[in-house]
């Protein structure tokens, strides 16, 4: 039995070579308040990420959003590449597996090639919380953060994480 890594990146090799490498390039984090009352100081932690730079859908919350779709939410959808911190923004393009590895993958790809959904979520571990003063509210701002894992989501908490063709 092949391992399911293998066939997700022999799923991803395959596409590539028939002209389709199915790669989208996202802005992932920045230092704005997000919609959870957090600023992620982008000082991110990139090491042990690229040793496994999975991409799930929504976290590994697959819920009744697809429908009729047998899942593991967990099974990634899709690996990253080119992950990187450039003018204090996490960037990374994510290249999204094809359906015979996961069909929820393949939504998902479809979804981004006609535009449908153009938004990631990132998971993290910080090192460091306090709370500043930002126009007179105390927020939280979390540093030191070791990235986790991407996930391709309909509902960003970072509203600059988006596609970067949509930036």
Not at 115 to 122: E, P, Y
Not at 152 to 165: D, H, Y
Request: some cysteine; charged content about 30%; glycine content about 6%.
């Amino acid at each position: 039995m092949i391992p399911a890594a293998l066939r997700l990146c022999a799923s991803i090799e395959r596409a590539a070579a028939e002209g389709d490498d199915r790669r989208f390039s996202f802005v992932c984090s920045t230092e704005t308040l997000d919609r959870n009352g957090r600023i992620v100081v982008q000082d991110w932690e990139l090491d042990d990420f690229k040793k496994n730079p999975i991409v799930l859908w929504n976290h590994g919350e697959g819920g009744s959003f697809w429908g009729d779709i047998e899942i593991d939410e967990y099974f990634p959808i899709g690996r990253a590449e080119n992950v990187r911190v450039e003018k204090n923004t996490l960037l990374a393009d994510l290249i999204i597996a094809t359906g015979d590895v996961n069909p929820l993958a393949e939504r998902v790809y479809q979804a981004l090639k006609q535009g449908v959904l153009n938004a990631v979520s990132v998971g993290w571990s910080p090192r460091d919380r306090r709370y500043e003063l930002h126009d007179d509210e105390e927020v939280l701002v979390v540093s030191g953060n070791r990235l986790l894992e991407i996930s391709v989501v309909p509902f960003p908490a970072n509203p600059e994480a988006v596609r970067a063709s949509f930036c």
